[in-house]
């Protein structure tokens, strides 16, 4: 019996995922806003019905995308990490942080719903997402200033700050220009303006 209900877990557990797997290709392409219940139910050929047996509605559908993004993001940084040299890991930084940006569009999604009317449980969940990626991007930019002999104090969060808008920037911009972004230049270049 005890078989039985964990299989029963399992289907449920792998429904869930492919209903957020689909979801998260629609709102990266047509954002949160632009996708509903219905859309999804239409996308996975189902009823609505059965897509709020798994979830409560849109929200919630959402934050566990935008959990997903997060999470693989956060993965991103973390390759980075891994590099030995601090100039080839700063530069790693910037260029997975770009290719993750412009390869999932709902991270530029997840930026612009913090301008669009939207409920303030997502906009939480963005806030607390970034501070953690925030959290992970930051000893690198404290590794970067140490390997350095500076004379005066920089603050690393108002770097790190400063590096993600600069990089949330150039994602937006390219998105909203359809370009193709070439991470290695632009890292290049972000590197030798702000270290």
Do not use: W
Not at 106 to 133: C, W
């Amino acid at each position: 019996m005890a078989t039985i209900a964990k299989q029963s877990g399992d289907i449920v557990q792998d429904t869930k995922k492919y209903i957020t797997d689909t979801a998260r290709r629609l709102f990266s392409e047509f954002s949160y806003l632009g996708v509903s219940m219905n859309d999804i139910a239409k996308k996975l050929n189902i009823t609505k019905a059965a897509l709020y047996y798994h979830f409560t509605g849109k929200a919630e559908i959402y934050e566990k995308v935008l959990d997903n993004v997060f999470n693989d993001l956060s993965l991103s940084i973390a390759q980075a990490s891994s590099e030995a040299a601090i100039d080839k890991k700063l530069h790693k930084l910037v260029k997975n942080y770009l290719e993750f940006g412009f390869k999932e569009k709902n991270l530029i999604k997840a930026l612009m719903l913090k301008l669009s009317p939207g409920g303030d449980q997502i906009t939480k969940r963005i806030t607390q997402s970034r501070e953690r990626i925030a959290n992970l991007i930051q000893p690198i930019i404290e590794e970067v200033f140490s390997s350095k002999k500076l004379t005066k104090k920089v603050d690393a969060g108002l770097l790190t700050s400063l590096l993600t808008s600069m990089m949330d920037g150039l994602l937006l911009e390219y998105s909203f220009l359809n370009k193709k972004i070439n991470s290695a230049k632009i890292s290049d270049q972000i590197i030798a303006v702000l270290f």
